[in-house]
């Protein structure tokens, strides 16, 4: 196979296979994999992605004999995973005068992990353009696909988006074209999917949503095929993938404020999970009858208490509430708990700990991270005060909730 392949005009693939066994994820990727990086020899040329740190030298070697890397003008690395930024120490040790394009998270973590702080930096946001001398680079932010700082790179004259993990499959191709591919390779894009991006669904949505400006003719992602023959086949798989179905999903939540901002934290719960599609019912313990919260839990598979804390413990009446409810058979709801205080926030521990005697699957933090891969959830949600970033939790919270329900 040759290290330098023709995807479109000055457009190359310049990647690894590796067709070994190869660990990854907790998984041994049995039909190995691939990683792809793409060369644009344009006036100012650019590489998309690099390949996994294990080849990095050799990686940088192979490229010199086609290229001259000290003409090499940006680097744009779209995920940091050493899977795919593991060759940039070795590729900046001689594309001296690159410049790395990125993401201002990324840029952060691509310094502690790789000692990067002496390069030069071109960080984009959401939307932005790049000339690189005869091609123009769109990018678009898209977080937690599957790390925090991940963006994807479309080169608007090619119609080619470079989606990094997105849109991938682990197989290692010589073929590299998906139309060139001795077998279907469609189930192995959906498992890839499942394993890689389901966790990750709400994200997924708001991709698709970004693609829709745009108009591909292929996908080039960083694991696997080339996606040039009937990409929207591939798009359309992952809008059929990431979509659930709603219907019948009931959430309650519950609460009782003091000052009014453990009301601000469940309307911001409340957010979250209205937009993930999810029928919610919000109740103020003062008042709703205890007959009539039951009956909303009853109905519900989702069941969130909160409660500002005063003088240590919980506030108003919304421990008769409590009783009653835990008093029910839960078994295959889930719930959590919030509430913001001043001090030590004990009505949330206090309520935890009623819930932890009943038979409700309840979520804490562990739980969320392990099926989610969510980085920044904390439950259950304690709240100290509240203000803009508490209100981006909230509504978070509620979305990462509605995704053991819907
Ligand atoms: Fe292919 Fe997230 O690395």
Excluded at 86 to 111: C, D, F, Q, Y
């Amino acid at each position: 196979m040759d290290n330098k392949i023709q995807i479109a005009e000055k457009n190359f693939w310049v990647g690894k296979v590796d067709d070994r066994p190869v660990p990854f994820h907790r998984l041994i990727l049995e039909k190995g994999t691939t990683y792809n990086s793409y060369l644009l020899e344009t006036e100012k040329p650019t590489l998309i992605d690099t390949v996994d740190i294990s080849f990095g030298v050799e990686f940088v070697k192979k490229l010199s004999e086609n290229f001259d890397l000290s003409t090499l003008k940006y680097v744009v690395i779209n995920h940091v995973e050493p899977d795919h930024a593991g060759a940039l120490p070795a590729l900046m040790s001689k594309a001296k005068n690159a410049v790395i394009v990125t993401t201002e998270r990324a840029k952060e973590l691509l310094n502690g992990m790789f000692k990067l702080h002496n390069k030069e930096y071109h960080i984009i946001k959401d939307g932005e353009t790049l000339d690189i001398g005869g091609k123009t680079l769109k990018f678009f932010e898209v977080p937690y696909l599957h790390t925090e700082e991940t963006m994807m790179t479309y080169c608007i004259e090619d119609k080619i988006l470079y989606p990094c993990d997105i849109f991938s499959t682990h197989l290692a191709t010589y073929e590299l074209f998906n139309d060139l591919a001795k077998v279907d390779i469609t189930e192995d894009f959906k498992v890839y999917y499942q394993l890689i991006m389901s966790p990750h669904r709400p994200y997924v949505r708001e991709m698709l949503a970004k693609l829709k400006t745009i108009e591909i003719n292929t996908i080039a992602p960083s694991h696997g095929f080339i996606l040039r023959d009937n990409a929207k086949k591939f798009v359309d798989l992952y809008d059929i993938m990431s979509k659930k179905d709603t219907s019948n999903k009931k959430a309650l939540i519950l609460y009782s404020s003091m000052t009014g901002n453990t009301g601000k934290i469940a309307n911001d719960i409340y957010e979250g999970l209205t937009e993930s599609g999810i029928e919610t019912s919000i109740v103020n313990a003062k008042s709703s009858s205890i007959d009539t919260v039951k009956e909303m839990a009853a109905k519900s598979q989702l069941i969130i208490i909160g409660s500002s804390t005063k003088y240590g413990d919980m506030i108003g009446n919304i421990e008769d509430y409590l009783k009653e409810i835990v008093s029910m058979d839960l078994s295959s709801k889930y719930g959590f708990v919030f509430g913001s205080y001043g001090w030590s926030g004990e009505s949330i521990e206090i309520i935890n700990d009623y819930l932890k005697k009943s038979n409700i699957e309840l979520l804490d933090s562990a739980r969320v991270i392990k099926t989610t891969g969510a980085n920044d959830i904390h439950l259950p949600l304690r709240i100290k005060f509240y203000g803009e970033d508490e209100k981006a939790a909230a509504i978070n919270a509620g979305k990462l909730a509605a995704e053991f329900i819907a």
